[in-house]
């Protein structure tokens, strides 16, 4: 009897369990839904030529789903579909979430119309919008949402080429010191008297970056006073086009003092393209040659505090210069002298001494005013609006923000 | 002549670049465009420079058995073996059509077992490093190094939970002494400002010293006889 409760019982369970699955799959959603569980589709669409740009991008703008945010509630986002005019076949270009009811189409060809529909979507079915008028894009010649930026920027520059050409004409300009430049001289003359060699590091990035620019310029100077005492310079760079860039301009500064035949294209020498690699590189060097002075001017990143610090447990004089606000603090701790930001870019004219390149560092200071005097008036007009209330102030600190804004 | 041309290319490579953003109409657009590209070609041929630089230096030092020459042998056999497993695509399973960093391929194994692990390494003693700077930066020695060192104290506890057990028993209208709260103000209000001022100081030197580059008067980076007085 037993047995016989047991099998039914078994014969039960079995049957509930079949039963349960067949219910179960019975209740998995369709992909299709009714109409009136479907999200609502986006009443308007609208589609122009993406403004200022040079083309193959079409704006397109709706206005939220009725069940975006509120109704149903259940849009997850938009599909944005495109087919040519003319052609029925739709192409899915693009997707938004829910509560954006804009998006860019970047794979349009130039002068080609499209039409375009928005599919508010549950992420299992939805709803399309009415086909959009047709559209094409095209390229804009003047970029107007940079009008501000031009405005300032040829300010800026203006102020500049005049400063330089105020001092080709002989005027006198005054120059602040700048304590790293002039600490060059001793620092390679430390070298000399320690016998000792001088290493110069030009950052870890290529000759596409102003800073490694700027390193190579301040380079010139240094291998100058080198190749006037006689010592020796070691430069492992990480770029190769650093490294070409960086033997001409030693063999020219060799040349300029009479002493060409010693220079040796062995002075610079490539290590490795990767950051770690170069700093192991860059440290074992330090160890086993000891440089008296290192030099430390481009772009750095992490390596900037193992290199600086290296060079400062083998006693080196250290000068470092980089426009890396992030690691401009590790070099002020660890470094002698830290040419900070725009010093190492007014470097090359500072060193130059000559009355057009200083010029151009006089240039500089009107673009100082205008950040200035923008400063005070935004900071005025926020204050006095937050204690007023009065919408001229917002309007004025609103209008001075979009003059920096990039949008 | 030799100096004329680059100047001359430098001048309208700059001045395009420049005119480009303003203008996205081709052709400036698509010349700004055009010209980051020829630097990255440039750049993939000075590879071949730089890999036989390494080999003709380390090679010297060898063959000369200069000081330290036996780092010199490690550097050319690493070079070599991971340039010869990364060209041949060797161990690689889909073969010399697969991608090179293929997980099985003798480059991914030097690559995640040796230089992934040696780069770390690296990386970590900054660590160590940034402990003895600030020891030195922090050193009370005169008025502004003794208010960097209680600048930095009050960042230091702030990012830690120590921060907070400290001055939580402020009453709210002295939240502001509560040190996460001024540990936050100190980046977001000072710092940044002195952030943004050093970014304002450089952005105008980038302007003045790409101008004085395509007006053609900075020559020091051609490597000649400018860049000193």
Same mark, same amino acid.
């Given at each position: 009897?037993?047995?016989?409760?047991?099998?039914?019982?078994?014969?039960?369970?079995?049957?509930?369990?079949?039963?349960?699955?067949?219910?179960?799959e019975?209740?998995?959603?369709?992909?299709?839904?009714?109409?009136?569980?479907?999200?609502?589709?986006?009443?308007?669409?609208?589609?122009?030529?993406?403004?200022?740009?040079?083309?193959?991008?079409?704006?397109?703008?709706?206005?939220?789903?009725?069940?975006?945010?509120?109704?149903?509630?259940?849009?997850?986002?938009?599909?944005?579909?495109?087919?040519?005019?003319?052609?029925?076949?739709?192409?899915?270009?693009?997707?938004?979430?829910?509560?954006?009811?804009?998006?860019?189409?970047?794979?349009?060809?130039?002068?080609?119309?499209?039409?375009?529909?928005v599919v508010?979507?549950?992420?299992?079915?939805?709803s399309?919008?009415?086909?959009?008028?047709?559209?094409?894009?095209?390229?804009?010649?003047?970029?107007?949402?940079?009008?501000?930026?031009?405005?300032i920027?040829a300010?800026?520059?203006?102020?500049?080429?005049?400063?330089?050409?105020?001092?080709?004409?002989?005027?006198?300009?005054?120059?602040?010191?700048i304590?790293?430049?002039?600490?060059?001289d001793?620092?390679?003359?430390?070298?000399t008297?320690?016998?000792?060699p001088?290493?110069?590091?030009?950052?870890?990035?290529?000759?596409?970056?102003?800073?490694?620019?700027?390193?190579?310029?301040i380079?010139?100077?240094?291998?100058?006073?080198?190749?006037?005492?006689?010592?020796?310079?070691?430069?492992?760079?990480?770029?190769?086009?650093?490294?070409t860039?960086?033997?001409?301009?030693?063999?020219?500064?060799?040349?300029?003092?009479?002493?060409?035949?010693?220079?040796?294209?062995d002075?610079?020498?490539?290590?490795t393209?990767?950051?770690?690699?170069?700093?192991?590189?860059?440290?074992?060097?330090?160890?086993?040659?000891?440089?008296?002075?290192?030099?430390?001017?481009?772009?750095?990143?992490?390596?900037?505090?193992?290199?600086?610090?290296?060079?400062?447990?083998?006693g080196?004089?250290?000068?470092?210069?980089? %426009? $890396?606000p #992030?690691?401009?603090?590790?070099?002020? !701790? +660890?470094?002698? *002298?830290?040419?900070? &930001?725009?010093?190492? =870019?007014?470097a090359?004219?500072y060193?130059?001494?000559?009355?057009?390149q200083?010029?151009?560092?006089?240039?500089?200071?009107?673009?100082?005013?205008? %950040? $200035?005097? #923008?400063?005070i008036?935004?900071?005025f !007009? +926020?204050?006095? *609006?937050?204690i007023? &209330?009065?919408?001229? =102030?917002?309007?004025?600190?609103?209008?001075?923000?979009?003059?920096?804004?990039?949008? | 002549?030799?100096?004329?041309?680059?100047?001359?290319?430098?001048?309208?490579?700059?001045?395009?670049?420049?005119v480009?953003?303003?203008?996205p109409h081709?052709?400036?657009?698509?010349?700004?465009?055009?010209?980051?590209?020829?630097?990255?070609?440039?750049?993939?041929?000075?590879?071949?420079l730089?890999?036989?630089?390494l080999?003709?230096?380390?090679?010297?030092?060898?063959?000369?058995?200069?000081?330290?020459?036996?780092f010199?042998?490690?550097?050319?056999?690493?070079?070599?073996?991971?340039l010869?497993?990364?060209?041949?695509?060797?161990?690689?399973?889909?073969?010399?059509?697969?991608?090179?960093?293929?997980?099985?391929?003798?480059?991914?194994?030097?690559?995640?077992n040796?230089?992934?692990p040696?780069?770390?390494?690296?990386?970590?003693?900054?660590?160590?490093?940034?402990?003895?700077?600030?020891?030195?930066?922090?050193?009370a020695?005169?008025?502004?190094?003794?208010?960097?060192?209680?600048?930095?104290?009050?960042?230091?506890?702030?990012?830690?939970?120590?921060?907070?057990?400290?001055t939580?028993?402020?009453?709210?209208?002295?939240?502001?002494?509560?040190?996460?709260?001024?540990?936050n103000?100190?980046?977001?209000?000072?710092?940044?400002?002195?952030?943004?001022?050093?970014m304002?100081?450089?952005s105008?030197?980038?302007?003045?010293?790409?101008?004085?580059?395509?007006?053609?008067?900075?020559?020091?980076?051609?490597?000649?006889?400018?860049?000193?007085?």
């Amino acid at each position: 009897m037993l047995r016989y409760s047991i099998a039914v019982l078994l014969a039960l369970i079995l049957i509930g369990t079949g039963f349960c699955q067949e219910t179960g799959e019975a209740s998995t959603p369709d992909t299709l839904q009714p109409e009136y569980l479907k999200p609502a589709p986006p009443p308007y669409i609208q589609v122009k030529d993406n403004p200022s740009d040079g083309g193959g991008k079409i704006l397109v703008t709706w206005d939220l789903s009725p069940d975006d945010g509120a109704g149903k509630n259940n849009v997850t986002g938009y599909e944005i579909f495109r087919a040519i005019e003319g052609d029925t076949v739709f192409i899915s270009v693009g997707f938004s979430t829910s509560g954006v009811n804009q998006y860019v189409d970047s794979g349009a060809d130039d002068h080609i119309s499209y039409v375009f529909k928005v599919v508010a979507t549950d992420g299992n079915d939805g709803s399309a919008s009415i086909i959009s008028q047709p559209v094409h894009s095209y390229q804009q010649w003047i970029n107007v949402n940079l009008k501000y930026l031009f405005l300032i920027g040829a300010l800026i520059c203006g102020s500049v080429i005049y400063f330089i050409y105020h001092a080709k004409r002989g005027k006198k300009l005054f120059i602040r010191k700048i304590a790293g430049l002039e600490a060059i001289d001793e620092a390679v003359g430390r070298a000399t008297e320690m016998g000792r060699p001088v290493l110069f590091i030009p950052g870890i990035r290529d000759m596409d970056d102003v800073q490694t620019i700027a390193g190579i310029t301040i380079l010139g100077r240094v291998a100058r006073t080198i190749a006037e005492y006689d010592i020796k310079i070691n430069m492992p760079v990480s770029k190769s086009i650093v490294m070409t860039t960086a033997r001409e301009m030693i063999k020219g500064a060799y040349a300029s003092v009479g002493r060409a035949d010693e220079y040796s294209d062995d002075m610079v020498y490539y290590t490795t393209d990767e950051q770690f690699g170069y700093v192991a590189a860059v440290d074992g060097i330090m160890v086993r040659d000891r440089p008296a002075t290192c030099f430390y001017m481009g772009s750095f990143f992490a390596e900037s505090l193992i290199f600086a610090e290296t060079g400062n447990s083998i006693g080196a004089i250290q000068i470092a210069g980089t %426009a $890396m606000p #992030a690691q401009l603090p590790f070099f002020v !701790a +660890a470094c002698d *002298y830290t040419l900070i &930001g725009e010093e190492l =870019f007014a470097a090359s004219a500072y060193l130059s001494g000559e009355p057009k390149q200083l010029g151009s560092l006089k240039g500089q200071d009107v673009g100082k005013l205008i %950040a $200035m005097v #923008a400063i005070i008036l935004g900071v005025f !007009a +926020a204050t006095m *609006y937050s204690i007023t &209330g009065f919408g001229f =102030f917002e309007s004025m600190h609103e209008f001075i923000r979009s003059l920096f804004t990039l949008n | 002549m030799k100096r004329q041309i680059p100047l001359i290319i430098t001048a309208i490579v700059g001045t395009v670049l420049v005119v480009s953003v303003f203008i996205p109409h081709d052709p400036f657009g698509r010349l700004g465009e055009d010209f980051s590209v020829f630097f990255d070609i440039i750049a993939v041929f000075a590879f071949i420079l730089g890999g036989g630089n390494l080999i003709r230096v380390h090679g010297d030092r060898i063959y000369k058995k200069a000081k330290d020459w036996p780092f010199s042998i490690i550097t050319i056999a690493g070079f070599l073996v991971t340039l010869i497993a990364g060209a041949f695509k060797i161990g690689n399973p889909d073969g010399i059509q697969g991608d090179v960093a293929a997980p099985g391929s003798l480059f991914t194994l030097i690559y995640d077992n040796i230089f992934t692990p040696l780069q770390a390494t690296m990386f970590s003693i900054l660590a160590f490093f940034v402990a003895s700077a600030s020891y030195r930066a922090f050193r009370a020695k005169n008025k502004e190094a003794t208010i960097l060192l209680v600048t930095a104290f009050i960042i230091l506890l702030g990012r830690t939970p120590v921060g907070h057990y400290v001055t939580f028993w402020l009453p709210s209208s002295l939240d502001f002494f509560h040190i996460p709260v001024l540990a936050n103000w100190i980046m977001a209000i000072p710092n940044l400002a002195g952030q943004r001022a050093i970014m304002i100081g450089i952005s105008l030197g980038v302007i003045s010293m790409s101008l004085r580059m395509i007006l053609g008067i900075e020559r020091g980076y051609m490597g000649s006889d400018e860049g000193g007085k």
